[in-house]
């Protein structure tokens, strides 16, 4: 349950309530996201600084991963793609591999809560504060999980926005051996991402921040207009124009 919505400049949290009702309206990022261990043990995560949380939405081969690998090069973000942990863990033989690689053979999604713990502990271990959280929330049920466990709102959402012949012949053509890059399997990812992407997509539109991207043209063409949307930000840890 929410207790309140803070705004501290252009971040907002939402913290939730958390051991016994007490008042945490002064807890700061990092220690909302556990009740149990803190986490100056757990990590090197910077807690002088406010996290900046940029999720990054749209259909398979919209683009995602492509845009954020220049995000990261010129703003220093930390890039966590949902569906790259998810396969980690299948590669890595852990108790749910099975579940997730059949989840991703049929184009599915993933229990919500498995998948923030997987973005979850990689922004705990880390020493940046800024992240792209690419393919993420795919889903409403993501969406509330994240805030749930995590306690934080995204500053910004990304939405590359792209016709479906386009990403069906990107995704046919990206080459990468993954299981769901098949005409059959992509049909299904498709029908899932029409079904529960507008909701989400919706709710950051009402909250303001929304960045729609016309996810068409070459990847420098699209990157014209993803480049402002950070530049305006300025932050000090910009590396490269
Ligand atoms: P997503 O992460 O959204 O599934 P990717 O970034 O992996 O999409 O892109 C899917 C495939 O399309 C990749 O092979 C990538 O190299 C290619 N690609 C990305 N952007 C473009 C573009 N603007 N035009 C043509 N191909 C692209
Ligand atoms: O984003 P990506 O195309 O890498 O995702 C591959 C698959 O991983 C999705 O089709 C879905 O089965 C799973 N996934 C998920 N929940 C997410 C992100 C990905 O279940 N938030
Ligand atoms: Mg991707």
């Not at 010129?74 to 949902?82: I, K, R, V």
């Not at 386009?166 to 029908?191: A, H, P, S």
Request: hydrophobic residues 35%; glycine residues 6%.
């Amino acid at each position: 349950m929410w207790r309140r919505a803070v705004s501290v400049s252009h971040f907002t949290f939402a913290h939730k309530s958390i051991a016994h009702n007490k008042d945490v309206c002064k807890l700061k990022f990092w220690e909302t996201f556990t009740t149990e261990t803190p986490m100056k043990e757990k990590g090197t995560f910077q807690r002088d600084k406010t996290p900046f949380i940029t999720f990054v939405l749209g259909g398979p081969g919209s683009g995602k991963g492509t845009q954020c690998m220049k995000i990261v090069e010129n703003f220093g973000f930390t890039h966590l793609s949902a569906g790259d942990l998810l396969r980690r863990e299948i590669a890595s033989n852990s108790a749910d591999g099975t579940m997730i690689l059949n989840t991703i053979k049929e184009g599915k999604i993933v229990p919500s809560e498995l998948t923030v713990r997987l973005i979850q502990k990689e922004m705990e271990s880390s020493d940046n504060y800024k992240f792209l959280i690419d393919g993420f929330p795919r889903s409403e049920e993501n969406r509330i999980a994240f805030e749930q466990i995590m306690g934080v709102e995204p500053d910004v959402v990304l939405f590359f926005d792209c016709p479906e012949d386009e990403m069906v012949k990107r995704v046919l053509n990206r080459n990468q051996g993954r299981v769901d890059d098949n005409i059959v399997t992509i049909k299904k990812r498709l029908k899932v991402f029409d079904a529960l992407n507008l909701p989400v997509v919706k709710y950051y539109m009402e909250k303001g921040k929304l960045y729609k991207i016309r996810a068409v043209g070459s990847v420098d063409e699209i990157y014209k207009q993803v480049y402002p949307v950070f530049a305006s930000l300025n932050f000090e840890q910009q590396v490269r124009e």
